[in-house]
């Protein structure tokens, strides 16, 4: 399955769908902010990160107002089906690979996977 979570109002989303040229790919394209991801959808993706953590994201503007921090799965996991900014974006989902986030690295290694 090739899929993309991602939020539509995000220019770095959308920079990194025309640079890795998704919808001429055939991709799934699910906005988080308008179809929220499901507890189904995020345990798919914590199994092939590893961690809730690992799709976390600490940047989000709420992340700061958050106390306590959270420390656990559980707690990651929480708040990202509650939140939708909490997950880190975009999530790209190709030949059985996941690459999350959009660090220069990220987007490379998803580049030469979808090819």
């Known amino acids: 399955m090739n899929k ?3 939020l539509s109002t ?3 989303c959308a ?4 640079e890795l ?8 394209f699910q906005d988080i902010k308008t179809e929220p991801i499901t507890k189904g959808q995020l345990e798919e993706m914590k199994s092939m990160s590893g961690s ?4 976390f994201s600490r940047v989000a503007l709420k ?36 690459f999350i986030g ?3 690295g990220n987007i490379q290694a998803a580049k030469e996977a979808i090819g």
């Open 15 to 18: 920079r990194i769908i025309d």
């Open 63 to 98: 992340y700061k107002t958050l106390n306590p921090k959270p420390s656990t799965e559980a707690e990651y996991k929480k708040l990202i089906l509650e939140e939708y900014t909490f997950l880190k974006r975009p999530v790209i989902f190709t030949e059985g690979k996941v």
């Open 4 to 6: 993309i979570y991602y």
């Open 52 to 55: 809730y953590e690992a799709l």
């Open 21 to 28: 040229k998704l919808k001429q790919k055939k991709f799934i």
């Open 10 to 12: 995000c220019s770095t």
């Open 102 to 104: 959009n660090t220069k």
